[in-house]
């Protein structure tokens, strides 16, 4: 009754982890709606209502002819789809459940396998969304065409991959400092509303504007995702190097401290979230 089931083989013991992690999954994506569909409804709701939020904004300040030639609505997606994943990740992955949380009480379950639930939960959710809008846009519309919709997958991924990351560290310092961590994480996803430079293009913008946004590694994977989108901007400000670099330092960063912050665990942080 008390031991402990140890897999057979290496196989055995991967299989049994993404089990763990489907049923995670499962449960991250119905935290929003029992009903998986409505879940997934509620989040296309919001990329709809974000993206005729901007449309009208570029339309009202006359501020479509400097966006690039080619699909306007597809330019402002573009940011769009990039924006709410970056910043959902980095939400699911600082909010996912830690080592006292009372899930982490059943055997099986252990903290690797929250963080990989709450990211790969909010990457398939945005994924369905954005081929789902895309198809809706496509078909009853007007066709649209992206020049490399590999290479702009592969930013939505980027996008995502360093969300991860953030999300990671400020997971790692929430036992710690559990109200600067939530504030901190509340403040980095309402400043990525303009950070993100989704309401710019690079190429056009001034050196002194420039400084101001290209710390962000959201900003790069923006700006790039339009260069593979659009047949007509090569992104010269920006670059796919950067961002990775940064989104693998912080997801070792985040690796490393929740570690540490485990083998320091006590079981009264829980009472301090």
């Not at 980095?90 to 990211?119: C, L, R, W």
């Not at 939960?121 to 078909?139: D, G, K, R």
């Not at 050196?207 to 900003?219: H, S, T, V």
């Not at 912080?250 to 401290?257: E, H, K, S, W």
């Amino acid at each position: 009754m008390f031991q402990r089931a140890v897999p057979k083989n290496s196989l055995t013991g991967a299989f049994n982890i993404a089990e763990l992690i489907y049923h995670s999954i499962v449960r991250s994506v119905r935290k929003a709606h029992g009903n998986a569909v409505i879940s997934l409804l509620l989040n296309m709701l919001q990329v709809f209502m974000f993206t005729m939020v901007f449309y009208v904004m570029f339309s009202v300040l006359g501020l479509r002819g400097s966006a690039l030639r080619g699909d306007f609505l597809l330019y402002v997606m573009s940011g769009i789809f990039l924006f709410i994943t970056h910043t959902k990740t980095v939400a699911s992955v600082s909010g996912a459940e830690g080592f006292s949380s009372p899930m982490m009480k059943h055997a099986p379950m252990n903290t690797a396998i929250s963080i990989a639930s709450a990211a790969l939960s909010t990457l398939y959710i945005q994924v369905i969304s954005l081929f789902t809008i895309l198809f809706i846009y496509h078909a009853a519309i007007t066709p649209i065409e992206i020049y490399d919709p590999i290479g702009a997958f592969a930013m939505l991924l980027l996008a995502w991959f360093t969300g991860a990351g953030v999300g990671l560290v400020f997971l790692a310092l929430r036992p710690w400092f559990p109200t600067f961590s939530g504030i901190a994480s509340t403040i980095y996803q309402r400043a990525n509303m303009i950070a993100s430079g989704k309401m710019f293009v690079a190429n056009s913008m001034p050196g002194f504007m420039l400084a101001m946004f290209d710390w962000n590694p959201l900003f790069h994977c923006i700006d790039q995702a339009r260069g593979f989108i659009f047949i007509n901007y090569f992104p010269r400000n920006s670059s796919i190097d950067y961002p990775f670099y940064v989104g693998l330092a912080l997801v070792m960063i985040g690796l490393m401290g929740e570690f540490y912050t485990r083998r320091q665990a006590s079981i009264s942080w829980g009472a301090r979230r």
